[in-house]
């Protein structure tokens, strides 16, 4: 399969003005090469070299397993969304810690954040009970609605 990648690659650069392409497929990495143009027109007669180095240092089979168990992880997580625009606020004042950090442990119904909008300020609760995986949005910034605040993963 990959070698129909290859060929493909190699049609481009016969038909293009590129020299040379270097890249990286199925752990392997390749670089071909075309010789510059000489003073005759014929491209046919110019060469192309594949050269071939080693696999990377980690197999394919660990890199599809590892991917495979980032998107059943990322398939489980559940995203909590702005109810509404406005300034967004990991603690109550800029001198507490935040409510939560990544890798907290969070109960539905337990406060996440603030949202200020006109001069209000709105507590955003959990939907969920579960662990924090990522925080999105910055202190401080503005936040539009339905925008991606947290990532959870329910429990």
Known sequence: MWQDKLKE?????ENSNVNEIELTFWGRKFR??????????NESSQPIQ?????????????NDAKKSEMKV????????LSPMPGTFYSSPTPDEPPFIS??????????L???????????????FDGEITDIKVDNGKP??????LFKIDPS
Not at 50 to 62: G, T
Not at 73 to 80: C, H, P, T
Not at 102 to 109: A, C, Q, R
């Open 9 to 13: 690659i190699i049609y481009i650069l």
């Open 32 to 41: 071909v090469a075309k010789n510059p143009p000489s003073s005759s027109n």
């Open 50 to 62: 594949i050269i071939k180095s080693d696999p990377e240092i980690q197999n394919k089979q660990f």
């Open 73 to 80: 992880r990322s398939e489980k997580l559940e995203n909590i």
């Open 102 to 111: 990544v890798g907290d442990t969070v109960k539905k119904g337990q406060i």
């Open 113 to 127: 954040c603030i949202i200020e909008a006109m001069k209000i300020m709105n507590q955003i609760e959990s939907d």
């Open 143 to 148: 936040v539009e609605y339905n925008q991606v």
